[in-house]
């Protein structure tokens, strides 16, 4: 199929950015959306101009690197996927499509659609772990009875993956789903409950220094959520964080 | 009541005016609670917009949310509109009779008993009036369609959230509609 798409370029996080039209031909509905980034950038190096830079790495849904908004949605129109596994099945020949970076302050765009989001890291540095020394003295894992329901419930948190689509489809780009996903990981599990009360602190804390917004419970987050993490996990944060500061 | 009766109103008005639990204690806290709320609301506005610089050129937000849950503080101001045209309705001439003039007697010249019902009629006479009031009510009901839910996952209350889905949608239709219908009763029928 043959595809006109409005992309954002821009040179580099100090430079000024727009949008700037392409057109992709002979483009396979088989073919994914990087894949089909990939043809459009080997066309515009033959012709000597600058590739457009986008983020990935796995490409197969499990990294959260790539990222991209395109037409109004973090990664795209399909449910439950990242760009890497969005298709090309799920647009029309002649679409127009809008791609732009994520957008958020605490997500500065470093080059075209690429940015920056050690935003996340410098929230896990604040305390999304546990100090339990696990080298060399294993404990067998049936010897700490832990409940099915919270066994899951902890693992389903566990699935985010980091990519960034809830803040970046969130209207206050809030990281609540993000952060309410790492701090019920642990805290559904006694391993996690040493420093449940600092844990939950610091990693709101550092949430809101790095400039992300309040969740004002829109659930959009969730929808768009590639790993399908629930908005449950944002009311256990909150829990976690009344409990902590009383 | 003044829909089912003038002579209750006025009673439950007089009751209502001059009790002073209810005007000491129950009316501050009542103000107090709508200023921190909507004062909390556009502090929280501006924090959120803040949060995103550049925005973005297309935004599809109809696909993940719904249209009230995305325009909060919209309908809130439209409720402040309103809030404020009601003060200068009814709460501006009340203190100033009973605390400026020292009126706490609840009559007026040429009424027959207490003033209060008169009083009502009379300014659902006009029909911009009416009309400011349905609007509103109207804004005030999608308001509550998102905040009745959204303030249990506010205190995390995850599950209530959802059991209580149906009847934060039942509360925030009947109770607007009960004032709109307050509103054009009183229209109508004078
Ligand atoms: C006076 C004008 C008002 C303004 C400017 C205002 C504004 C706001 C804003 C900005 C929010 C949070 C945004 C969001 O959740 O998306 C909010 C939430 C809310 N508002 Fe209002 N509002 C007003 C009046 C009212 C009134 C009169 C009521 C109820 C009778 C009300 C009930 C609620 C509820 C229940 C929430 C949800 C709280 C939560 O999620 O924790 N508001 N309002
Ligand atoms: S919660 Fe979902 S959308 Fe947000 S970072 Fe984790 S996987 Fe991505
Ligand atoms: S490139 Fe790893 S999730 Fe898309």
């Not at chain 2, 001059?18 to 924090?47: D, K, R, S, W, Y």
Request: aromatic fraction near 10%; charged fraction near 20%.
């Amino acid at each position: 199929m043959n595809l006109t798409l409005k992309i954002w370029r821009q040179k580099d996080s100090s430079s000024k950015g727009q949008m700037v039209d392409y057109k992709v031909t002979e483009i396979s509905e088989h073919m994914s959306f990087l894949e089909m980034i990939d043809v459009l950038n080997e066309g515009l190096v033959a012709k000597g101009e600058e590739p457009v830079a986008f983020d990935h790495d796995c490409r197969e849904g499990i990294c959260g690197m790539c990222s991209m908004y395109i037409n109004g949605e973090a990664h795209g129109p399909d449910r439950g996927v990242t760009t890497c596994q969005l298709h090309m099945r799920m647009f029309k020949d002649g679409d127009t499509i809008t791609i732009e970076p994520f957008r958020a302050a605490a997500f500065p765009v470093i080059k075209d659609l690429v940015v920056d989001r050690s935003a996340f890291d410098r929230i896990q540095h604040a305390g999304g772990y546990i100090s339990v020394n696990t080298s060399g003295n294993t404990q067998d894992a049936n010897s700490i009875p832990i409940s099915k329901q919270a066994a899951d419930t902890a693992m389903d948190a566990a699935t985010c993956i980091g990519c960034g689509a809830c803040v970046a489809t969130c209207k206050n780009s809030s990281a609540m789903l993000f952060v309410g996903a790492k701090v019920s990981q642990y805290a559904l599990l006694p391993q996690g409950q040493v420093e449940a009360a600092d844990r939950v602190k610091n990693m709101v804390a550092q949430m809101d220094l790095e400039g992300f917004g309040n969740c004002t419970n829109t659930g959009a987050c969730e929808v768009e959520c590639p790993k399908g993490i629930s908005l449950d996990n944002i009311a256990r944060m909150n829990r976690e964080l009344m409990k902590a500061s009383i | 009541m003044s829909v089912f009766s003038a002579d209750l109103f006025n009673e439950v008005s007089h009751f209502m005016g001059t009790n002073p639990v209810v005007q000491f204690a129950l009316q501050p806290v009542l103000i107090f609670g709508v200023v921190f709320h909507f004062v909390m609301g556009f502090i929280l506005e501006l924090q959120n917009t803040r949060a995103r610089n550049v925005s973005y050129a297309k935004n599809n937000g109809g696909a993940n949310s719904t249209w009230m849950s995305r325009n909060m503080i919209w309908s809130g101001i439209a409720i402040l509109a309103f809030i404020i045209l009601h003060f200068i309705d009814f709460w501006f001439p009340e203190i100033n009779t009973k605390f400026i003039q020292g009126d706490w007697s609840g009559t007026m010249e040429g009424v027959e008993g207490f003033r209060y019902y008169e009083e009502l009629v009379h300014k659902f006479m006009h029909p911009a009036r009416v009309a400011a009031y349905v609007i509103a009510f109207v804004f005030l009901g999608l308001h509550l369609a998102h905040g009745f839910t959204s303030a249990f996952q506010s205190v995390g209350a995850a599950s209530l959230r959802k059991k209580l889905e149906k009847v934060g949608l039942a509360y925030s239709i009947i109770i607007p509609l009960g004032f709109i219908f307050i509103a054009l009763f009183h229209h109508l029928n004078h």
